[in-house]
């Protein structure tokens, strides 16, 4: 059974941090491109961040500087650091999983939500 499941979501301050967790089971974990995407109410879905098996990463232009991604193989798991962040960083946000090679093979958890607010 594939599982990839978020975790690390709330309600924080304008300014403040969150940092963000996936765990993935079933899967072989190093063979899958893993990434942050998020989606606001009427909005379309867009991407965050990803991060190579090797562990190089790649930000959209909205979050460099601020948000952080890494992976640790050893224990299937993503992490997104985020930080300064603003009311508009307000968002579902969902992990994936992309196999490199096979492009059928795509996960995605179910989301965490993340509400920046005073």
């Known amino acids: 059974q594939v599982q990839v499941v978020e975790s690390g979501g709330g309600l924080v301050q304008p300014g403040g941090s969150l940092r963000l967790s996936c765990a993935a089971s079933?899967?072989?974990?190093?063979?899958?491109?893993m990434g942050w995407y998020r989606q606001a109410p009427g909005k379309q879905r867009e991407l965050v961040a990803t991060v190579s098996s090797g562990g190089s990463p790649n930000y959209a232009d909205f979050v460099k500087g601020r948000f952080t991604i890494s992976r640790d193989n050893a224990k299937n798991t993503m992490s997104l650091q985020m930080n300064s962040l603003k009311p508009e960083d307000t968002a579902v946000y969902y992990c994936?999983?992309?196999?490199?090679?096979?492009?059928?093979?795509?996960?995605w958890g179910r989301g965490t939500q993340v509400t920046v607010s005073s």
């Open positions: 994936n999983a992309a196999h490199h090679d096979l492009g059928g093979l795509i996960y």
């Open positions: 079933g899967i072989i974990f190093k063979n899958y491109l």
